[in-house]
């Protein structure tokens, strides 16, 4: 598998009902990159997120990834291409252990050589999980369920990451050490695509980014730009 893919969203139109959540969105993931998305509540991040995946397919508009459009295909097929989620809130499966979470993530591997090498690999990225992997997730503390979520994530062997709003709900120290890992994933050769309102913690990992606002992207530059850019603060985030 390359690692050389970027993901293109192109002019992307996303409902639920009649009216549109996401207005011709359009944004680009250079391979290698964390590229963040920053927005306030309901801008329409999560929602992007569910439309790249397929769960939300997008009206109109393009999103391609590599070579391979995504629009229209099932969410199976954007695993199969190499995509990865950690969802909002985490959502480990509660009365299943660490372990048994962790395989979930693998589901598509079929060789059981490669789900171990895999899950020795999580285990030495997460040391804490390789301890408790046979308690049940649900019994975990919060910081240790973001764990499950991001080794889960990483279980499918991705080529890109979206990972969204890993902060929610952390407490300040929990969301360093996340953030810390998530750049070591990054750095590791997975592109990442981080879907954040934590402004100043997301800009300190991300090499580049865009702000979404209702629907529609109105800035983007470098992490460094997106950094200096009073009106951004002003206008979004107070
Ligand atoms: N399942 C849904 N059905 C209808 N509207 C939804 C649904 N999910 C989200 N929305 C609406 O879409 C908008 C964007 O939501 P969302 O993508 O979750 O924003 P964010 O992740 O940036 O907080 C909000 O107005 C929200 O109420
Ligand atoms: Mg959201």
Redesign the pocket.
């Known amino acids: 598998m390359s690692a050389a893919a970027r993901l293109e969203v192109k002019d992307v139109y996303a409902a639920y009902d009649k009216a549109d959540v996401l207005e011709g969105v359009t944004l680009s993931v250079a391979p290698g990159s964390i590229t963040c998305l920053l927005g306030s ?1 309901g801008s329409g ?2 929602t992007l997120i569910r439309t790249i995946l397929g769960l939300t397919p997008p009206r109109a508009g393009s999103i391609r990834f590599g070579d391979t459009e995504l629009a229209g295909l099932p969410t199976h097929k954007v695993v199969a291409a190499g995509i990865a989620c950690i969802p ?1 809130g985490r959502k480990v499966f509660p009365k299943l252990t660490v372990e048994e979470n962790l395989r979930l993530g693998a589901y598509q591997e079929a060789a059981e050589a490669t789900v171990a090498a895999r899950l020795a690999h999580a285990y030495e990225i997460f040391p804490r999980l390789a301890e408790r992997r046979a308690q049940l997730a649900g019994t975990m503390s919060g910081g240790e369920q973001a764990m499950v979520s991001i080794g889960r994530g990483l279980m499918s062997a991705p080529r890109l990451l979206l990972v ?2 890993p902060s929610l709900g952390l407490s300040p120290l929990l969301v360093k050490e996340n953030f810390q890992i998530i750049r070591r994933i990054n750095e590791q050769g997975i592109t990442v695509f981080l ?1 954040e309102q934590n402004v100043h913690q997301t800009l300190a990992i991300a090499h580049h980014g865009y702000v979404l606002q209702q629907g529609r992207v109105v800035a983007a530059g470098s992490a460094r730009e997106l950094a200096r850019d009073a009106a951004v603060h002003q206008a979004y985030f107070g």
Do not use: P
Request: glycine share 0%.
């Open positions: 509540n991040k999560t909002e969204d709003e879907v």
